[in-house]
């Protein structure tokens, strides 16, 4: 199961969305909007902004988030790609 780490709480907080460990096995976090599950994000098997943070250092998961942000600049607003360039990255 993944740990949920307090970059991504601080996020939701910015968001006005509530974010729990996800039910789906194969997937990070869910993302409730109103009371109403709205996303299952973030692959388990990938890493993420604050994983790389911890693991590799800043300048990689700065890269590693650049990139990222590079390869979906045009997620539209309420998808589940959308939540996952905001929460994890």
Known sequence: MYLI?????????RLGVFI???SNLK????VFKE????ASI?????????TFLKKDG???AEE???LFHL????DEKGTPSYFAKRLLW
């Open 42 to 50: 973030g692959a388990i098997g990938y890493g993420d902004y604050p």
């Open 64 to 66: 590693r988030r650049r």
């Open 20 to 22: 729990r460990p996800s």
């Open 5 to 13: 780490q307090p970059y991504s709480y601080q996020q939701a907080e």
């Open 27 to 30: 997937k990070k976090l869910d």
């Open 35 to 38: 009371g109403k599950k709205v």
């Open 58 to 60: 800043k300048a990689f």
């Open 71 to 74: 390869r979906h600049q045009a």
